[in-house]
Each structure stands twice: as C-alpha cells, then as structure tokens.
C-alpha cells in the first residue's frame, strides 16, 4: 500500500527556522517525484514545489523559489520541505504528494499545519 | 501562465441530483493534461480524474470528466451523501496551476 506520512503539527515563531518531512513507503520512492502544495487557512491550493528523489534539483514555482527549500534523501525515502525565516503569511497546511506524470498527484501526504505566531 | 477558473463557486444540489461543474482555461490547452480532485474537509485532495476524462484507480463510475481545447467539466452522475465536499481542476504538464475550487454543498 503505497503511504506518505509526514512530520506532526508545528506551532514556531517568525524568523524561526523549520524542516517538515514527508516519507514513503509501499512504493519505489526514488522512482517518483514529490510535490508539495500549500494549502493556507480557508484557501484553495497552491503548488509549489517538485523533486526528483534521485536527482539533487528540485523544481519551484515562482512564487516559492526564494522562501523554501525543497530536498530529498532517498536512501531513507523521505522529502522534505524547508523555511529559513518563517513568516506569519506562511501559515497554513502543507501536503506532499506522489507524482506520476508532471504535477499530477495519485497519493497525498495527511498534511502538516503549520502555525506562524509571535 | 494559463489561469484556471471553476465555476459555480458552490453548488447546492440534494443527493441523487446531478452535479456539474466546470472549469475553464484561460488559454487552449494543446494536450488533455487536466485532472479533477476532490478535497473533503479536514483531509488531503483525492484524485478523481486525469487526461480530462480518465478515472483514477478506485473512483466510483458516477464521476466522469470531458472537454477539450478550453472548456473541461466534472459531472457527478447520481449525489451520494459523501460526495458533498471542494472540487477542484488542476493543469499539469509542467504548469502549476489549480481552480480556485466549487464546493459541492447539500441543499
């Protein structure tokens, strides 16, 4: 059964630093890229990201490139997404999503929420 | 960028109805890559539809996608009680973009 189970709820503070996971398992992860979509309180989805597991390049949209960093380490199955100075604005739901064709998503991650206060 | 815009915004409909929503490009699109999820509350999007009119694996004969060039529609053939949630239609193919979404709403 393929699963991507990622990291618990987050609550950090602006200009705090934060790294969320995302790993799978029941499938070949390295044969597959990874997204991940924003998803911000009562909005609708946003892409923003893709990444090869075998190929140390990720893909932004523009609106991210700049703010997060995308990283994969296949050698334990796991994507992950990453803020250097979080800001309130980046409040909101994060999933990572199995890709099978583009940013086409067959099997999504339950979501992280995280929560950007002073 | 080719923008993608659903409507309705909601849809209020009672089980057994037919629901339609649609989803239009700002652009033609020159492949079919165009998918439909579906977004219950409080979970992760499931894929419904791929290719405009292909079921993913597991979804239930009712739902079924079509258009072409501009114009794509996801139609709910018979309302079941669990399919009251937010659909949205998303363009792949190197493109990032998704609708803005349609709640489905029990009338």
């Known amino acids: 059964e393929v699963q991507l189970v990622q990291s618990g709820a987050e609550v950090k503070k602006p200009g705090e630093s934060l790294r969320i996971s995302c790993q799978g398992s029941?499938?070949?992860?390295?044969?597959?890229?990874i997204g991940w979509v924003r998803q911000m309180p009562g909005k609708g989805l946003e892409f923003m990201g893709r990444?090869?597991?075998?190929?140390?390049?990720?893909n932004y949209s523009p609106s991210f490139q700049g703010h997060v960093t995308i990283s994969a380490d296949k050698s334990i199955s796991t994507a992950y997404l990453q803020w250097n100075s979080l800001k309130a604005s980046d409040t909101a739901i994060y999933y990572c999503a199995r890709l099978i064709e583009w940013e086409l998503a067959d099997f999504w991650g339950q979501g992280t929420l995280i929560t950007v206060s002073s | 960028e080719i923008v993608l815009t659903q409507s309705p915004g909601t849809l209020s409909l009672s089980p057994g109805e037919r629901a339609t929503v649609s989803c239009r490009a700002s652009?033609?699109?020159?492949?079919?890559?165009l998918a439909w999820y579906q977004q219950k509350s409080g979970q992760a999007p499931r894929l419904l539809i791929y290719?405009?009119?292909r079921r993913a694996t597991g979804i239930p004969d009712r739902f079924s996608g079509s258009g072409s060039g501009t114009d794509f529609t996801l139609t709910i053939s018979r309302l079941e009680p669990e399919d009251f949630a937010v659909y949205y239609c998303?363009?792949?193919?190197?493109?990032?973009?998704f609708g803005q979404g349609t709640k489905l709403e029990i009338k």
């Open positions: 290719g405009a009119s």
């Open positions: 652009q033609s699109l020159t492949s079919n890559y």
């Open positions: 990444i090869d597991p075998s190929d140390p390049y990720p």
């Open positions: 029941g499938y070949n992860f390295a044969s597959y890229w």
């Open positions: 998303q363009l792949y193919g190197n493109s990032r973009t």
